[in-house]
């Protein structure tokens, strides 16, 4: 439903003007181009005779335009929220910074305004999200062959204890017992919905999960266990594959995966997430469904636990599975990516024959 409410000459001076009040409330629909962009969009503006305004993401996915890539409509829509959006080009501007909430309150926002809208964007506060950059920084010091020390400094910590004890709960091991050539090798992925870890051997990927969901330290202790602590940092010919996999699922190019993958579960487990493999990109299913498609109805509460045990998010889509009402349901990840990725998704939905 396009936006009958809003003026199409009002939308589109908006959109000339960039206007950011209009952020994350309307979007515009290029028919010459068939993609779609955010009202801020840096590109060239099209002809008002070629605009089509809509009020959400879903809706232009629907109407089967892709995402722009110059103004990544599909990131999340805190950017435009006034507690968030000037933080986050803060934080971009300085990621070495040890922010404090006095820093908050001095660019103007108000500390406990800006801890709930990160809360409700990022699951995370600024606070939390700053010093996980800081800390990404430090692993693509250690991943580049810097000292720990030199890792510690990068990340801009103080305290060698403190970098050690944040290193230690996001990867599971001491920076300083990572192996140069470990059995497993890990890596920092961005994406436009968030930093990734993807851990892999020479020949499979094991785990792929978003930084900040509440599942990856216990992942990651499962994988630490099972190798022994032989982990480093660094990249194998999956993680390779799996980067340029997720550019073009991104990009809207390709919703295929074909990185080898380690399925580390029971029979049953393994059944689950190859019923998830299943579920054609742009489509959802609920988890009776799931059940029904493993031939065990009655397993609706063993599917969940193994959806939610799921280590390679995106690949093994659970996010395709929501309520048997269609309300989101738990996502590791948080649900507001959860939406994002069922959004994204909907541009590879076929067409009806």
């Not at 070629?50 to 232009?60: D, L, V």
């Amino acid at each position: 439903m396009t936006l009958d409410f809003l003026d199409p000459e009002e939308c589109y001076t908006a959109l000339v003007e960039r206007d950011a009040a209009y952020e994350g409330r309307v979007y515009v629909g290029v028919k010459s181009t068939g993609i779609f962009c955010r009202m801020t969009c840096p590109a060239r503006k099209p002809k008002q005779e070629n605009c089509i305004f809509y009020a959400s993401i879903s809706e232009c996915l629907a109407a089967d335009f892709r995402p722009c890539k110059r103004c990544y409509p599909l990131r999340p829509a805190a950017e435009g929220d006034p507690s968030v959006g000037p933080l986050l080009k803060a934080l971009e501007a300085e990621p070495g910074r040890r922010w404090r909430e006095g820093d908050i309150a001095a660019m103007g926002v108000d500390p406990s305004t800006a801890r709930r809208a990160f809360k409700r964007h990022f699951g995370m506060t600024f606070l939390e999200l700053a010093r996980m950059t800081r800390l990404r920084h430090g692993f693509e010091k250690l991943g580049a062959g810097g000292s720990v020390i030199e890792a510690q400094l990068e990340a801009g910590f103080e305290s060698a204890s403190g970098f050690r004890a944040a290193f230690a709960k996001l990867l599971g091991v001491a920076p300083a017992s990572l192996k140069s050539e470990g059995l497993l090798l890990a890596d920092w992925i961005n994406t436009p919905l968030g930093d990734m870890i993807a851990i892999s051997d020479q020949h499979h990927l094991h785990l792929l999960e978003f930084v900040d969901s509440k599942g990856l330290p216990a992942e990651l202790k499962k994988l630490v266990e099972s190798s022994k602590g032989d982990i480093g940092i660094g990249r194998y010919g999956p993680t390779d594959q799996i980067r340029e996999e997720l550019a073009a699922y991104f990009d809207g190019r390709s919703a295929d995966f074909k990185t080898p993958l380690t399925l580390a579960g029971t029979p049953f487990t393994k059944s689950v997430w190859e019923a998830l493999r299943r579920i054609p990109a742009g489509e959802t299913r609920s988890y009776a469904d799931l059940a029904i498609s493993i031939d065990n109805p009655a397993a609706v509460r063993a599917v969940a636990r193994a959806n939610g045990a799921n280590q390679l998010a995106i690949i093994v889509p659970c996010h395709r599975v929501i309520g048997k009402d269609g309300s989101m349901t738990g996502y590791a990840g948080g649900l507001w990516r959860k939406q994002k990725l069922i959004e994204l998704e909907r541009q590879y939905q076929k067409s009806p024959s």
